[in-house]
């Protein structure tokens, strides 16, 4: 059974000044989850370490680096699934909490729900004895300077998402030895958006899924449009009818920039090991590793080749 890791730093207009940065550290991601891959671990284990080694570089918008609200604060989501029992579990407008995507496998595996918001998402981590940090260790000054320079333009964040406003989210979704698959989605959200506003990441179907039967999502992108298509189900709807995971995505992209004007991403991967990894905003930062092959991409119909160590 082969074994694959892809993962996402998020589909918007990266700036050339963080592009070289972007990418390392979604290469960094992939090969880190590709080590517990390799050490025999599950999907599930691989989705989580690749996502909290995103989560704790402050290039990407979830965790450390994440962007800002409107109160200039930070509220975080995240979620995680797994493919064998469809359990899953999420976090929405969690704060002080640098690694989300593990508090989101603590409601999966703790508790009998799917996901907790806000306070109660923070009280469950005080209760698990989660560290939790202070605000200013999560925001960059990068950021900070952001906020300020962006604050007064609030409205119209959609129109604005493919500009450098948008700042999105990382993910991952991988399959184990065992043919198991999971994925995981963590993101700080849009700039500025309104305080409490939850996005697609932590909403099972929009920001991720996973199902044994047909695959692993994981999606970027302009998050009220990727809720309107529920697009991490829709992708795979799609598989489930015959098509491949790469037709897959970009059909339901294309269905979401035709029905809903939403431009976004999405890696998935299949119970076989087949992977995409697509988007429709100007750039995606994305990894995949498969058979000690490191692959990746920042534009457009670009895919790069590493060979890894065995
Ligand atoms: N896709 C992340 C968000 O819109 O919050």
Redesign the pocket.
Same mark, same amino acid.
């Given at each position: 059974m082969k074994a694959v890791i892809v993962v996402h730093g998020?589909?918007w207009a990266i700036p050339d000044e963080i592009s070289k940065a972007s990418v390392d550290g979604v290469k960094a991601a992939a090969c880190e989850g590709f080590s517990v891959l390799k050490r025999g671990g599950s999907a599930l284990d691989a989705v989580e370490a690749a996502v909290r080694a995103m989560e704790d570089n402050t290039v990407f918008?979830a965790g450390h680096g994440a962007v800002l609200n409107s109160d200039g604060e930070v509220e975080l989501?995240a979620i995680i699934m797994d493919g064998r029992t469809l359990a899953s579990g999420a976090v929405s407008s969690v704060k002080n909490i640098a690694n989300p995507v593990s508090l989101a496998r603590a409601v999966m595996e703790k508790t009998d729900h799917i996901m907790l918001t806000g306070r109660g998402a923070n009280l469950f981590a005080e209760r698990i004895g989660m560290v939790t940090v202070p605000t200013e260790t999560l925001v960059t000054e990068y950021e900070r300077k952001e906020w300020e320079k962006h604050k007064k333009y609030v409205s119209g964040v959609m129109e604005l998402f493919n500009s450098q406003w948008?700042h999105?989210?990382v993910g991952a979704v991988a399959v184990d030895c065992s043919g198991n698959v999971a994925c995981a +989605?963590s993101? $700080?959200?849009?700039r500025n958006?309104m305080v409490g506003?939850?996005?697609?990441?932590p909403i099972i179907g929009s920001?991720g899924y996973a199902d044994n039967l047909s695959g692993a999502v994981s999606? +970027?992108?302009? $998050?009220?449009s990727?809720?309107k298509v529920t697009l991490a189900r829709l992708v795979l709807s799609h598989v489930e009818q015959g098509k491949e995971v790469a037709d897959a995505v970009d059909l339901s992209l294309r269905y979401m920039g035709d029905r809903v004007h939403g431009a976004?991403g999405a890696i998935t991967v299949s119970p076989s090991g087949e992977w995409a990894a697509k988007f429709t905003t100007e750039r995606m930062a994305w990894a995949a590793v498969e058979h000690d092959v490191l692959w990746y991409g920042l534009d457009p119909n670009e895919k790069f080749k590493e060979q890894l160590s065995q």
């Amino acid at each position: 059974m082969k074994a694959v890791i892809v993962v996402h730093g998020g589909a918007w207009a990266i700036p050339d000044e963080i592009s070289k940065a972007s990418v390392d550290g979604v290469k960094a991601a992939a090969c880190e989850g590709f080590s517990v891959l390799k050490r025999g671990g599950s999907a599930l284990d691989a989705v989580e370490a690749a996502v909290r080694a995103m989560e704790d570089n402050t290039v990407f918008d979830a965790g450390h680096g994440a962007v800002l609200n409107s109160d200039g604060e930070v509220e975080l989501d995240a979620i995680i699934m797994d493919g064998r029992t469809l359990a899953s579990g999420a976090v929405s407008s969690v704060k002080n909490i640098a690694n989300p995507v593990s508090l989101a496998r603590a409601v999966m595996e703790k508790t009998d729900h799917i996901m907790l918001t806000g306070r109660g998402a923070n009280l469950f981590a005080e209760r698990i004895g989660m560290v939790t940090v202070p605000t200013e260790t999560l925001v960059t000054e990068y950021e900070r300077k952001e906020w300020e320079k962006h604050k007064k333009y609030v409205s119209g964040v959609m129109e604005l998402f493919n500009s450098q406003w948008g700042h999105d989210t990382v993910g991952a979704v991988a399959v184990d030895c065992s043919g198991n698959v999971a994925c995981a +989605t963590s993101t $700080g959200g849009i700039r500025n958006k309104m305080v409490g506003r939850v996005g697609d990441s932590p909403i099972i179907g929009s920001g991720g899924y996973a199902d044994n039967l047909s695959g692993a999502v994981s999606c +970027t992108g302009h $998050g009220e449009s990727i809720l309107k298509v529920t697009l991490a189900r829709l992708v795979l709807s799609h598989v489930e009818q015959g098509k491949e995971v790469a037709d897959a995505v970009d059909l339901s992209l294309r269905y979401m920039g035709d029905r809903v004007h939403g431009a976004g991403g999405a890696i998935t991967v299949s119970p076989s090991g087949e992977w995409a990894a697509k988007f429709t905003t100007e750039r995606m930062a994305w990894a995949a590793v498969e058979h000690d092959v490191l692959w990746y991409g920042l534009d457009p119909n670009e895919k790069f080749k590493e060979q890894l160590s065995q």
